[in-house]
């Protein structure tokens, strides 16, 4: 990715952005800086990126220039480009050959799908697929997955399997439950099928307008306020048809919740799957009865 054309003051404009906000670690340099007249230091990548960003409203990748080319432009512009003491070259160009290295391997796994690395323990395989994801994440970005934001980091999970770890813990299987001291069993996802079903909400979700957007999240704004308000086995709560009820027990990721019905003998707990009344909520039908309910539930 080429330098776009950014005027000298876009270039100042850039510099006073660092002054007031800090540069973060994965953009500092590690060789050269761009030094002021008043002594002051830049990392000169990310003074571009910056200044392209206010100038252009475009977000250069990290890796889609290196650092002569950084430092070509802004002395074309009049700046000074200073080397760091005891710093020489082949940093920057050991630097520049690892980048190389992890956008070889973001291209392999986004054409393959998947990539084996074998060694011996402790050769920092673990530490390069760290890298190799915050990258893709990232958009070249930065490299390592402390950097990333929290909603970047929901993109990425580990799996770490050993000689116990089976289908049920990487798929879906039974787990022990205790509702209200009452045991059982309760069909769970693993790993991989939460990862999907969020990847699957990604993609739904960018298939959506702004205002459906908008309206999903006021009433998950609304239903997380209204759970989060509810005294468990306090609050009593009526149907339509004015049987009163109470909820016993909620998930603490807001998965479920088990609803007392100290009316009903025979059927005194009723789980109630949040995602299912989420989805009645989006809905904005008027639901008068049961059976209405289950034919919207059975055609999403």
């Known amino acids: 990715m080429a330098i776009p054309e950014i005027d000298k003051q876009y270039i100042y404009e850039a510099l006073e952005y660092i002054d007031k906000n800090g540069v973060e ?40 220039f290196n650092s002569i080319e950084a430092n070509n432009f802004l002395q074309k512009q009049g700046f000074t480009i200073e080397k ?12 520049n050959a690892h980048l190389d290295e992890l956008q070889r391997f973001a291209s392999m796994l986004r054409n393959s799908k998947n990539i084996i690395f074998h060694g011996a323990p402790g050769t920092g395989k673990t530490y390069l697929a760290r890298e190799i994801s915050a990258y893709i994440i990232s958009s070249g970005q930065c490299t390592r997955y402390d950097d990333l934001s929290d ?24 787990r022990p439950t205790d509702d209200a001291g009452t045991i059982g069993f309760e069909l769970q996802d693993g790993i991989f099928k939460r990862f999907v079903t969020i990847a699957r909400k990604n993609y ?33 709560f009526n ?17 479920r919740i088990i609803v007392s019905n100290p ?29 209405q309910v289950s034919e919207f539930l059975m055609s999403t």
């Open 25 to 64: 670690e994965k953009y500092e340099s590690r060789v050269y800086d761009l030094v002021t007249e008043d002594g002051k230091k830049y990392p000169p990548k990310f003074v571009i990126i910056v200044a392209a960003k206010l100038a252009h409203g475009v977000e250069l990748s990290y890796k889609g």
């Open 204 to 236: 739904e979700d960018s298939e959506k307008s702004e205002t459906e957007l908008e309206n999903e999240d006021s009433i998950e704004e609304a239903m997380n306020e209204f759970l989060s308000s509810i005294e468990i086995g306090v609050d009593i």
């Open 151 to 174: 909603e970047q980091k929901k993109q990425v999970a580990f799996v770490q399997f050993h000689p116990s770890y089976d289908y049920t813990d990487f798929v879906e299987g039974l």
């Open 239 to 255: 149907t339509v048809k004015g049987k009163k009820f109470t909820i016993q027990k909620i998930d603490d990721n807001y998965n």
């Open 263 to 291: 009316v009903n003998e025979k059927t005194d707990k009723i789980r109630l799957n949040i995602e299912r009344l989420r989805k009645i909520l989006e809905s904005g039908n008027d639901f008068t009865n049961v059976s």
């Open 84 to 95: 760091r003491p005891g710093k020489n070259e082949t940093d920057d160009q050991e630097e």
